[in-house]
């Protein structure tokens, strides 16, 4: 809290703060709870859609599906934690978004994350890496929710700070969705779940601000997760659910019990006071203070209708959870405290919450970088060198040695998990399936930092698309530096106006989402990494694409314009060394354009595989599809860096039996489209030249991540 807050905070208060008092202030007057320097910003986010039910000031968001089924999803961070305690935060983090979407009535059916990590040989990455995946599939496996897939990344700018960031997805009837705003007079307050204990707290505290030498220090504010009681916690508040005993529900997460109950006072506009006393401890000694900034897991806020507790608590028993009631919903407008008999805090709701500040912080455009003219980077060498190197650099080797740690097929409605460009999860006992990615690419996003936005948003749109789906929502979790300095804020500002320019034209509202930022040491920032997470849906499951070639002899065609885009390329950082450069333009309308073609011609059976083309260019998609099947491929494209390796937007590669086809209804759509070779063989053929084995790039590609980690 700044000097200039607490006169704030005093004023409101007309008398010094209890420490309890203080420490409530200042907990939800962090950054990470009031989001202070970044609420300006995210307003200006579409939010909106004729399928949304729910947008973001919930636990999470929420989206119509169709057949009287809703779909619950958000993704956020716990990037501090996990790199002072990876396997604890990681683990907490699955933990906690876990909850955002079964106290809204969800039953949880996939998780998702995206994890940035340091330069490979820096010391602490392997034991970061070690640790984090450990993390998210010991919470994952356990609790029995799939883990399946995520994006996992490298770089140097990540070595003092990195990134996990989890996304849960859920599904409840749309008619049955819970919210948080307290309501009735006089109801009862319960508290469910685990005990409270010390650990977390400061959690808040410590994820708004920057580390240093003594970030080893912080470990005591890190959570302590336990899956197997996440899993009793989800059948019991689901099974409550099924009554009509509940009025609002809200998980304790960040500042625990404090944000709870503050929140729900203030979305319901009513007071809440309550006996501390009464709150399950599982430490001897603690104080008001500890208990209300206590970020211990697994833990629930209800309010109940009066005369339902004893049903209430038979749940819970039942499922040998504890059960307390703790309180009331008072008229007075207030959080009022007691314990030990005495008041250990009494504080007006809406000044927590209302007037916590929000700034218009100063901001800089980032700088624009230089073209790169793919005609100046010739290949270096032979293309299968060239192309051997890319598929084995850390970015698009294979990340199996992670997911491979975790349970992807637990629920058994698992239709396609890590490996394509989308998750695929049948909604038990139909057709109908979710699509489900998480994308950015943030060494755009540094380059050019709305360009950036505008194509996370675009690729996470692209990838459901490419296995047949409609692009529905996004959540969004938004990783930014120190947003005092004006350069890191304009990293922000710029990501958020590319961000709403995709999201308007490619009807992709924002539902839900996260804000980290201070993510910083000793003064260096991270990559500025707004990861989009996203959701679509199928209607039927047999109309859908997967990125593995299906059989010999079918045409390979290139959807999209190619321009040969190198700036901020994987090629030029990998084989040339070279960080600079603009980002490749993002055209909207073409994107809007080419992917609905493509999702057509899927959903009328007229193209096999697909995959749609970022990092690495066209050759890396086609290697990556002939890796995924096995087979091989000859290609009538230009050996030119550009075409090869170029990372032009809205493309993708389709096989089909008959290309022509495809050609044809291209020019009807007025999608540039064009033959670029036929499937078959045991090698990658280029211009009847350069042939690259498929087993050799698989080899290559299986290698790197394993050999890292030995």
Excluded at 272 to 300: A, C, F, K, N, W
Excluded at 554 to 574: K, M
Aim: hydrophobic letters at 40%; glycine letters at 12%; proline letters at 6%.
């Amino acid at each position: 809290m700044s000097a200039d807050e607490y006169a704030l905070m005093l004023e409101i208060m007309g008398r010094t703060p209890t420490l309890t008092e203080f420490g409530i202030f200042s907990v939800m007057w962090s950054e990470h709870c009031s989001y202070k320097s970044s609420k300006k910003w995210l307003k200006t986010l579409p939010t909106t859609a004729p399928w949304v039910i729910c947008g973001p000031g919930e636990n999470a968001g929420v989206i119509d599906i169709g057949d009287g089924q809703a779909c619950i999803f958000k993704m956020e961070s716990h990037n501090h934690p996990s790199f002072i305690e990876p396997y604890q935060g990681a683990a907490t983090g699955v933990g906690g978004i876990l909850r955002d979407v079964f106290t809204m009535g969800a039953r949880p059916v996939a998780n998702m994350n995206a994890l940035r990590f340091g330069s490979p040989d820096h010391p602490k990455t392997r034991h970061l890496l070690a640790g984090v995946v450990a993390g998210i599939g010991g919470y994952g496996n356990c609790v029995g929710v799939p883990t399946v897939g995520g994006e996992t990344n490298f770089h140097a700018a990540y070595n003092g700070n990195i990134l996990v960031n989890a996304m849960t997805v859920g599904l409840a009837p749309a008619d049955r969705i819970f919210y948080s705003a307290a309501a009735g007079i006089g109801n009862p307050i319960v508290y469910v779940g685990s005990k409270t204990g010390r650990d977390g707290i400061h959690g808040a505290t410590m994820a708004s601000a920057e580390f240093s030498e003594d970030s080893e220090e912080k470990r005591p504010t890190v959570q302590v997760g336990d899956p197997f009681t996440e899993k009793l916690l989800i059948e019991a508040c689901l099974e409550l659910m099924a009554t009509d005993a509940i009025v609002a529900i809200q998980d304790m997460g960040a500042a625990g019990l404090t944000s709870s109950s503050v929140e729900m006072s203030d979305k319901g506009g009513c007071g809440i006071e309550l006996d501390l006393d009464h709150v399950p401890q599982r430490e001897t000694g603690m104080t008001p203070y500890e208990i209300m900034l206590s970020e211990s897991q697994e833990r629930m806020l209800m309010v109940l209708k009066p005369g339902r507790e004893d049903e209430a608590r038979a749940i819970f028993e039942k499922w040998e959870l504890d059960f307390a009631v703790i309180g009331r919903v008072t008229d007075t407008g207030h959080l009022v405290l007691k314990m030990n008999g005495e008041v250990a805090a009494d504080i007006e709701v809406k000044p927590l919450v209302g007037n916590a500040p929000e700034y218009d912080r100063p901001w800089e455009p980032t700088p624009p970088q230089a073209d790169v003219p793919a005609a100046e980077i010739p290949l270096p060498g032979p293309l299968d060198e060239v192309l051997t190197k890319l598929v084995g650099c850390p970015d698009i080797a294979s990340k199996a040695w992670i997911w491979e740690q975790y349970d992807g097929t637990v629920m058994g409605d698992t239709v396609a998990a890590s490996g394509g460009d989308a998750a695929i999860v049948r909604v038990h006992g139909g057709r109908k399936a979710l699509a489900i990615t998480t994308d950015c690419t943030p060494r755009y996003v540094a380059a050019d930092p709305k360009r950036g936005g505008a194509q996370a948003v675009a690729e996470a749109w692209r990838n459901l698309t490419a296995v047949g789906a409609r692009p529905l929502a996004i959540t969004d979790n938004m990783n930014f530096g120190n947003p005092e300095k004006p350069r890191i804020m304009g990293q922000f500002v710029g990501a958020i106006q590319g961000m709403s320019d995709a999201c308007r034209v490619l009807d992709f509202p924002v539902v839900s989402g996260n804000v980290s930022l201070y993510n910083e040491t000793n003064g260096e920032a991270i990559l500025p990494t707004p990861a989009i997470g996203a959701v679509g849906l199928l209607d039927d499951l047999s109309h859908r694409a997967g990125i593995a070639f299906i059989s010999e002899g079918d045409d390979i065609v290139l959807i999209g314009e190619t321009g040969g885009h190198l700036g901020a390329s994987l090629y030029l950082r990998e084989i040339h060394g070279r960080e600079d450069g603009p980002p490749p333009p993002v055209d909207l309308d073409a994107e809007r354009r080419n992917g609905d073609f493509v999702r057509n011609r899927i959903a009328h059976g007229a193209v096999g595989a697909c995959h749609d083309l970022s990092d690495g260019g066209l050759l890396v998609a086609v290697a990556e599809m002939a890796m995924a099947s096995g087979m091989g491929a000859s290609l009538d494209i230009a050996c030119e860096a550009g075409e090869l390796f170029g990372e032009d937007q809205g493309r993708y590669v389709v096989t089909a039996r008959d290309g022509r086809e495809v050609l044809s209804a291209a020019r009807e759509a007025g999608v540039p489209a064009r033959i670029i070779g036929t499937t078959g063989g045991a090698a990658l053929t280029v211009k009847g030249q350069t042939a690259i084995s498929v087993e050799e790039l698989k080899r290559v590609n299986e290698a790197w991540l394993p050999a890292l980690m030995n």
